[in-house]
């Protein structure tokens, strides 16, 4: 039997990490707690979770360097534009990190566009947490 | 013959609105964090991470993917899912040292030994805050990149002076994104203030809560795909905007008019509690 490394990656509190998903190897962004070795993946009900090493976390940044890189890419005020109009929205906090790091990685400033990925980002991490609490429920049962 | 128009009632009566709204707002804004610090399902958030420790550690100890021990689960009878996650429990406690309950309090801030700066910083309330603080200033660092190299007129009117940092210009009576980002941040110091004179927190917790959130407006995290000269010009840039606006904001902050308003909203908290015990007394007694 193989031994656990079940040790706890350390990241920058209030900075962006892609993390496998545990119950569904789904790759997903997430938000580093202020302790730094955990995240939250939904905003409406925040449990924080461990950053394992084995999960292969990689931290990817925030709004800040994205905003710096689409400035140097020539698209600072587009993306700034679409960062102000869903903080203006109200959109779901979760769902605008990953409509905001969709454009950062694929070079597309499209406020639609974005926000339709940032949504199927985070309707795959609800069902994840619907699935792990199904378990949780039958256990209780 | 005319009259002087007194119009120091009406000046005073509007000052007086300005004052209760900015504390309606301030106090708001401290109540939600208060409220979402000590509320969460502690219990739940407890079992999820111990689910997801045994599901981890079982698929690393078999040597297959979690993905497939999550499916394996979906067979086992309700008293063996139970099992499973108490398995996950007691992994936790030995491994680091902790209950589940207290490593999901602790990781939430939801204990009073934990630190109360960083359980206020990761509210949603307080992340609204820095929300709204980081966009204004990556406008503003945006702009001011959109701006360089221009040449303007100096202030004894030599033209051809090169500026590398220019305040944008724009229509006569729109706050510039300076200044909209400044009176932000007197509002994020503010209801920091408040929070500390209110007895939340002490005032080194109150500064060291008020560096954390000014930190994750301005600082730009190290990985990013620009190149080192664009992040040297960018850093550089959000230390001069940082040091800028917040000197102009703490002059604001540490005027005696917003001191005394936080004063009087915590005094007038304070009566509220002293009363309340009398009045839930009398109610009873009707």
Known sequence: MATADMSLKSLVPGTCVIITDIMTSVRKLCEVTESGNTYIDLSDDPCPFPIYNVMQPVAVGNPVSWAAEATERG????????????????????????????CSETGTYDYD??????????????????????FIRRAAA | MNMPVDRSGAVQSNREKIEQDLLAQIGKQIAKAEQQMAGGNRDLNAARVALEHATLQTALEKDMPTKSVAQMLEKASPSQVADFIKAGKRSIEKTYNIQPEMMVAALSAQVANVDLPKGFAQTEAMKELIDRGRSLANQAVTEQFGERGRFTAGPAGRAGERFDYVDVRTAQ????????????????????????????????????LKERIEHQVFNIPAEGKMSDQFKSYHQRASQDLRSEVMRDARSVTQNKTVAEIADRLSQARQAVEKLRPAMQKEAHER
């Open chain 1, 75 to 102: 698209a600072g005020k587009e993306f700034v534009a679409i960062e102000a109009r869903m903080i203006d929205a109200s959109v779901d906090r979760m769902t605008r990190l990953r409509a905001l790091y969709w």
């Open chain 2, 173 to 208: 009576g729109v706050p510039t994104i300076k200044d909209q980002l400044k009176n932000h941040m007197v509002f994020v110091e503010s209801a920091v203030d408040y929070a500390v004179k209110a007895g939340k927190m002490d005032a080194q917790q109150g500064q060291s």
């Open chain 1, 113 to 134: 566009k974005a926000l339709v990925a940032g949504r199927a980002a985070t309707d795959e991490v609800a069902k994840s947490r619907q699935y792990m609490d199904s």
